[in-house]
């Protein structure tokens, strides 16, 4: 694929996650993090959370999972990643991450792409988790 091509399929791309108690608990093994904000409900619920709060870094795997397997070629790898966290995601929150490029580079072939992920709640309006930016280059 020819990094044009590359840019005109990745203008804009939406995906959609679910923080499935899989995909919490693989998190949880992988990171080693019991933080009891993360895994104890009581005092979750006395810091004035809804419920546990899922691992933000949870947020960025979806990230890895858009530029991996969402993107239309292959032949690409992360340079930058950042992400601000505006409002904590709660076990079986479903999400729309939101992908439109900034701008690029045809001579380094790299590609930032700035992104939000809302929370899907069923009304017109999606309250915005979390925003953030990440640089690829087409290999």
Do not use: W
């Amino acid at each position: 694929m020819s990094f044009e091509e590359f840019i005109e399929q990745s203008q804009h791309i939406e995906c959609l996650y679910k923080v499935t108690e899989e995909v919490y608990k693989a998190f949880q093994v992988v990171s080693g993090d019991m933080n009891p904000l993360h895994v104890n409900k009581e005092f979750a619920l006395s810091k004035g959370m809804q419920d546990r709060v899922m691992y933000g870094n949870i947020l960025n795997a979806f990230i890895s999972h858009f530029v991996g397997m969402r993107l239309p070629s292959p032949d690409v790898m992360i340079l930058s990643q950042d992400i601000n966290y505006h409002l904590p995601v709660y076990l079986n929150d479903e999400l729309l991450l939101d992908v439109k490029i900034e701008d690029y580079s045809d001579a380094v072939r790299v590609v930032n792409y700035k992104f939000m992920i809302y929370k899907l709640t069923g009304e017109d309006k999606k309250p915005k988790v979390a925003k953030g930016h990440v640089q690829i280059k087409m290999i």
